[in-house]
């Protein structure tokens, strides 16, 4: 993010200020460049890109280095966009699928659903269970939580949370680093709010020796499809984990030291203009003093004369 201040205008600005020695002129400026330092700290994430907190290294590269199974451009007779998951779900951690993807005609993910049935979501790169939904509401009420917000949006209680990493800017990845999506909470609630080319996964594709199950660090506390009971299984995701963008957070922070620091800046120049004023009113009654104090022995000389 660009500084709010450009530093080469401010310099011309405060050279170009009538009355002002070069003496008063750093005081503002020198403030007014904290301002940018301590707004930029404030709205800029230390991250390098909105959601990217999780730094990758060599080892630790995104969907570790696969792409997203060619399946997914069928899934569920649907027809995706192989490019857009590739872009999405592997090569980014900031940007999303269009708004509403999942309506789109050649999509239409939600007629491809059986109402009366959870469903269960898997990794479009290497088939890790990662959403059953419905659950703990409607089909009805799942389908027109997405439809609201553009995207397939689940609860807590329908993520599998053993599969999913929730950063603390709120963005999400599965265990074999696959972009998900980011948590948007709404009611204080978590809400998940999840790029359909990503959960479009076959889970049995884990069972490839080369590509699949590669991908799995079966170091990690994982459970693959094949252990996933729906009859026994309850998420131990928090409703409200307090990990989502604060973008918000910080505008408003923002604005408020904007404002503090310009009305500090403004009582700067208003107090330093009146202590100039008082000085040059001193300094010429200094000045008449002294004129006066110049003639007046001559005045006495010439009345002795006459």
């Given at each position: 993010?660009?500084?709010?201040?450009?530093?080469?205008?401010?310099?011309r600005?405060?050279?170009?200020?009538p009355?002002?020695s070069n003496?008063?002129?750093?005081?503002?400026?020198?403030?007014?460049?904290?301002?940018t330092?301590?707004?930029?700290?404030?709205?800029v994430?230390?991250?390098?890109?909105y959601?990217?907190?999780?730094?990758?290294?060599?080892?630790?590269?995104?969907?570790?280095?696969?792409?997203?199974?060619?399946s997914?451009?069928t899934?569920?007779?649907?027809?995706?966009?192989?490019?857009l998951?590739?872009?999405?779900?592997c090569?980014?951690?900031?940007?999303?699928?269009?708004?509403?993807?999942?309506?789109?005609?050649q999509?239409?993910f939600?007629s491809?659903?059986?109402?009366?049935?959870?469903?269960?979501?898997?990794?479009?790169?290497?088939?890790?269970p990662?959403?059953?939904?419905?659950?703990?509401?409607?089909?009805?009420?799942?389908?027109?939580?997405?439809?609201?917000h553009?995207?397939?949006?689940?609860?807590?209680?329908?993520?599998i949370?053993?599969?999913?990493?929730?950063?603390?800017?709120?963005?999400?990845?599965?265990?074999?680093?696959?972009?998900l999506?980011?948590?948007?909470?709404?009611?204080?609630?978590?809400?998940?709010?999840?790029?359909?080319?990503?959960?479009?996964?076959d889970?049995?594709?884990l069972?490839?020796?080369?590509?699949?199950?590669?991908?799995?660090?079966?170091?990690e506390?994982?459970?693959?499809?094949?252990?996933?009971?729906?009859?026994?299984?309850?998420s131990?995701?928090?409703?409200w984990s307090?990990?989502?963008?604060?973008?918000?957070?910080?505008?408003?922070?923002?604005?408020?030291?904007?404002?503090?620091?310009g009305?500090?800046?403004?009582?700067?120049?208003?107090i330093?203009?009146?202590?100039l004023?008082?000085?040059?009113?001193?300094?010429?009654?200094?000045?008449?003093?002294?004129?006066?104090?110049?003639?007046?022995?001559?005045?006495?000389?010439?009345?002795?004369?006459?």
């Amino acid at each position: 993010m660009q500084h709010i201040f450009n530093e080469a205008q401010l310099n011309r600005n405060t050279q170009s200020s009538p009355k002002t020695s070069n003496n008063n002129k750093m005081p503002s400026s020198t403030l007014i460049l904290l301002t940018t330092t301590v707004l930029t700290s404030f709205v800029v994430s230390p991250t390098k890109a909105y959601g990217s907190s999780y730094s990758t290294t060599p080892e630790e590269k995104q969907c570790k280095g696969y792409k997203p199974m060619e399946s997914i451009s069928t899934y569920l007779t649907m027809n995706l966009d192989y490019d857009l998951a590739d872009r999405i779900c592997c090569n980014n951690h900031v940007y999303a699928e269009p708004f509403g993807y999942h309506l789109q005609p050649q999509v239409n993910f939600y007629s491809k659903l059986n109402p009366d049935q959870e469903t269960v979501f898997y990794d479009s790169v290497c088939g890790l269970p990662l959403f059953v939904a419905p659950r703990g509401r409607t089909f009805e009420e799942f389908v027109q939580e997405s439809k609201k917000h553009g995207w397939p949006s689940f609860r807590p209680e329908e993520l599998i949370s053993e599969n999913v990493i929730i950063h603390k800017d709120g963005r999400m990845e599965s265990k074999c680093l696959t972009h998900l999506g980011h948590n948007l909470p709404e009611g204080g609630v978590d809400r998940y709010c999840i790029d359909l080319v990503c959960i479009a996964g076959d889970p049995s594709f884990l069972e490839s020796k080369d590509t699949g199950a590669a991908l799995i660090d079966h170091s990690e506390d994982v459970i693959e499809s094949s252990e996933l009971d729906l009859n026994t299984y309850d998420s131990s995701a928090e409703n409200w984990s307090g990990k989502y963008p604060k973008t918000k957070e910080r505008l408003i922070t923002a604005a408020i030291v904007i404002v503090a620091v310009g009305t500090l800046i403004f009582l700067v120049v208003v107090i330093r203009k009146r202590m100039l004023k008082n000085k040059e009113e001193k300094e010429e009654t200094k000045a008449m003093h002294s004129g006066k104090e110049e003639v007046f022995p001559i005045k006495i000389q010439s009345d002795t004369i006459a």
